[in-house]
């Protein structure tokens, strides 16, 4: 299952740098993203980047250890192929959960940020479970939302006149 969430920013594609923004995102920034967002840790590894996110999406506690796949300046691919959820609570899984984030031109002035999260679970009775409880759909759907607004007003403030202008 994916869900993509398109978010306009006004700033020029060409001066959006996804992995800078991302290799220097802080714990405290990360956190600010969505009140679900409760700890983040980063760290490069053999030249591979790497985050570690712990978030709570509707009734499920989610630990996620991602690997950047891919990469450019307007493009990133992330999966943690280990990510632990706890599907009401209670029982535990290993779901594989892919992020990926892009930036696309509308004009000489404004971009789109498109950004997809998901789930990949082991067997159907789990992606069920989730499902009934709103992980596979509701909740994930307004966290996107949530989380991939303060992305996109972040990096519009970071490229524009912010931190990297």
């Known amino acids: 299952m994916r869900m993509t969430k398109n978010f306009k920013l006004q700033i020029a594609a060409k001066n959006v740098d996804l992995y800078k923004w991302v290799t220097e995102m802080t714990p405290a920034e990360y956190e600010s993203f969505s009140k679900g967002h409760k700890a983040m840790g980063s760290y490069f590894e053999n030249g591979e980047f790497y985050m570690v ?63 997809t999260i998901g789930a990949d679970f082991p067997s159907r009775l789990l992606a069920f479970a989730a499902w009934i409880n709103g992980f596979g759909g509701f909740f994930m759907r307004k966290h996107l939302a949530d989380e991939g607004g303060k992305f996109a007003k972040d990096i519009e403030k970071k490229f524009n006149n912010g931190r990297y202008a």
Not at 65 to 77: P, S
Not at 81 to 99: E, M
Not at 108 to 114: D, K, V
């Open 53 to 115: 996110n712990v978030e709570n999406m509707g009734n499920e506690m989610i630990v996620q250890h991602y690997q950047l796949k891919e990469h450019k300046e307007d493009h990133l691919r992330f999966y943690s192929d280990r990510t632990k959820a706890y599907i009401c609570r209670w029982i535990p899984a290993i779901v594989g959960v892919p992020w990926e984030m892009k930036v696309t031109p509308i004009d000489n002035y404004s971009c789109e940020l498109s950004c």
